[in-house]
């Protein structure tokens, strides 16, 4: 069915489309016009093929939607996220952009249709991260954050600029930021940054050892007073590479204690999985490519900065950035991940909102008092030059989740 495809939408100018050498990427636009009544895919993959699609979109009394092929040429356009071929005959489509929604789509080949044309086998909105207007720190990355349960007060965690501190300040509304607070080992009970060890009684702190170049722990039997334990808790693998970017730790559904990490910076820059079947003292190595992004390319291209949450449904929910959006997997055991379909937010979501950031760095998220999903994520606040220096002013923005 592939090959059909191809013969037929290419014709006698089947081609390969050449690669682009692009360190970075943006995603594929695939939109819909409702003007003209056009879908248009910039990029199909067929095999090693990139073609730049348009659809015409038609209402039929027994096949609902049809989708009919308008136009198709070959492209070189190198973006993530590509419309691809799944079961032979179905273009799957990550994040059709129609109006301010986006949606998951199947289109499935009608058989014998001619021009080529396709139904919609599967159509789902794809849940967003609806942007809060400003910023809710305008001096600080990094950040972690908490809920208390009993107050409804929001907790947010950042590195100060200027002074490398540690902070934090609260909120009632988890929007207007004050109060803000050094923080040392004697205050961490707004820190979110800690595990409940599977035995129900001791906290632990892992840090990365910078000068030893391995994991480290800080020990509390109240969450908030913590003590430097003795030893290493992990030795990252060979194939990290001797480097470690942005980690999290867990209770799996297993009972096993999970670190995940970015490993390997300067190569395939992705995350890595290690395990603690001892309360959390000690780890080895589970397994890398969590997120599928080993073939990438490393950078910007790979699922980075990545935190997790405990929902209420018992699944676990990972946040991740790529380039300039925000991307969620989803887990049953918190082991295996599976991407959720396309960007929940972008830079120029933001900026819509009146929250000028030009990056999107460290998401991390909570349940708000009213019980809904609501992220914190930093961002440069000034344009950076493309291969030239980190920008150094940094603010902390947020959004909602809607499903």
């Known amino acids: ?35 003209t009544g056009t879908v248009s895919l910039e990029v199909v993959q067929i095999e090693t093929t990139k073609l730049s699609v348009k659809l015409n979109v038609q209402s039929s009394p027994s096949a609902g939607l049809v989708f009919l092929l308008a136009t198709a040429s070959p ?16 273009l799957n489509i990550l994040d059709l952009v129609v ?45 972690f954050a908490s809920v208390d349960t009993t107050t409804g007060i929001t907790y947010l965690g950042y590195a100060e600029v200027g002074t490398g501190l540690t902070k934090f ?35 632990r702190l892992y840090e990365w050892d910078f000068g030893t170049k391995v ?3 800080y020990t509390s039997t109240d969450g908030n007073v913590f003590t430097k334990e003795a030893g290493t808790r ?71 900065d990545t935190k997790t949450i405990l929902l209420k449904d018992g699944r676990r929910r990972l946040i991740s950035m790529r380039q300039l959006g925000l991307h969620t997997f989803i887990s049953d055991d918190g082991i295996t991940y599976t991407r959720e379909p396309g960007a929940r937010i972008t830079v120029s979501d933001f900026f819509a909102a009146g929250a000028a950031v030009y990056t999107l760095n460290d998401p991390v998220m909570v349940y708000d008092k009213a019980g809904k999903l609501r992220v914190y994520v930093a961002g440069a606040t000034t344009k950076t ?7 150094s002013t940094w603010g902390i923005a947020s959004a909602t989740w809607e499903d």
């Open 234 to 304: 992990y030795t990252p693998a060979s194939i990290d590479n001797g480097s470690v970017g942005v980690y999290d730790a867990y209770v799996a559904k297993d009972n096993s204690v999970i670190l995940t990490y970015l490993g390997d910076l300067t190569g395939k820059n992705n995350m890595r999985m290690a395990r603690s079947t001892d309360n959390g003292v000690t780890f080895t190595f589970l397994k890398g490519n969590v997120l599928g992004d080993d073939s990438a390319g490393g950078g910007a291209n790979s699922f980075v």
């Open 99 to 143: 109006g301010s929604s986006r949606y998951y789509a199947d289109l499935k080949l009608i058989p014998g249709s001619s021009p080529l044309a396709f139904a919609a086998a599967n159509a789902k909105k794809n849940s967003r991260l609806v942007p809060d207007a400003g910023l809710r720190v305008t001096t600080g990355g990094i950040p």
């Open 1 to 35: 069915m592939i090959a059909r495809l191809v013969m037929l939408v290419m014709a006698a100018i089947f081609l390969s489309a050449p690669q682009l050498a692009v360190a970075e990427k943006t995603a594929c636009a695939t939109t819909y016009d409702g003007t």
């Open 75 to 90: 492209t070189t356009a190198d973006c993530t996220d590509p419309v691809s071929i799944t079961g032979g005959d179905t």
């Open 385 to 391: 030059t493309p291969g030239g220096p980190e920008s």
């Open 215 to 217: 994991f480290i722990s």
């Open 169 to 203: 300040q609260s909120a009632t509304d988890g929007l207007t930021f004050s109060n803000p607070t050094s923080l040392t080992y004697s205050n961490r009970s707004v820190d979110s940054r800690k595990t409940l060890m599977p035995d129900g009684k001791t906290w």
